[in-house]
C-alpha cells in the first residue's frame, strides 16, 4: 500500500503543482526578459520563493528552510539592495564588453537543459521508495548522509567552485593603489593653488530651503551647488529645483488641489443635503 502511495498524486498536489510551477516558469521567464535588473531581482526571488513551496511539500524541510532564509532572506535581497543603491536603469549600455558572451550562455543553457531531461528522464524509468524510508531517520540526517557518503565529490567540487569564484570576484574588483594618497593639507594646497572651492562645499541641503539630500548645498554667494549632492542622485537627475519658480509653482499647484477638494466636499454636502430632504 504504501509503495502505491508513492506512486500516486493527489488533486491537491497536482493542482498546486501545475499553478506554481506555471508561476515560477513566467517567473524565471520574467528574469532573463526584463530590462530592468530591480524587476529581474524580484521575478528571480518569487521564482525562490515557490521552489522552497516545493521542497516544503515534498518533505525536504531543512532544503526548503534553507532556500528561504539563505538564497531568498539573504543572498537575493543583499543583491536586490546593491542594486537598488547602485542606481542600474535602463539608460545603461546593453553593449557587449565580451565578445560571443551570448552564444557561450546560450551554449551553457542547452547543456543544462540536456542534464535536465537527462535527469528527468533516467528518475521516470527507475523506481523509487517513497519519502517514507528517505526520511526515515530525519529529513536533515537523511540529506547527511547522501551529501558526505555517495554526493562527497560532488560537493566538494561545488565548494572548491565557489571559493573560487569568491576569490575571483575579490581579485577583479580590487584596486592597486599605484601611487601615494595625498594628504589633506596637500588637498587643501591644491584647491587654493586652482582657485577653485577654497573652503569645502556644504552638505546636500546646508543654507537652502530645505534639507534634504537631493537638495544642492548653497555656496557662500548664494548660487546652488549641484556637486554638493551624491552623484548617484545627479547622474539620475533627481536633483530637486528650489528656486523661487518652482515654489511659485508649487505652491498654484496645492492651491488647484485644495480648490478641488473644497468644491468636492461640497458636493458631497449637498447630496447628504438633498437625500435627508428627501427622507
Partial sequence: MSELAAYTTSTGEAFQFWVLGTVAVIGALCTILMRKAVHSALCLAGTMII???????NGAYFLGI??????????MMLFLFVV?????????SLKETIKGQRWLAALCGLGFAVLLFAGIGNAS???FNGLGKANAGGNVEGLASLIFTKYVFAFEITGALLITATVGAMVLTHRERTERAKTQRELAEE???????LPPLPAPGVYARHNAVDIAGLLPDGTPSELTVMQTLRERGQIRDVSDEALDDLRALEQRSADRLERTDLRRTDIGRTEEASK
Fill in 191 to 197: 584647491r587654493v593653488r586652482e582657485g577653485k572651492h
Fill in 125 to 127: 524509468v527507475q523506481e
Fill in 66 to 75: 534553507v532556500q528561504i532564509v539563505v538564497y531568498t532572506g539573504a543572498i
Fill in 84 to 92: 537598488m543603491l547602485v542606481g542600474v536603469t535602463a539608460a545603461d
Fill in 51 to 57: 521552489l522552497a513551496v516545493f521542497y516544503l511539500a
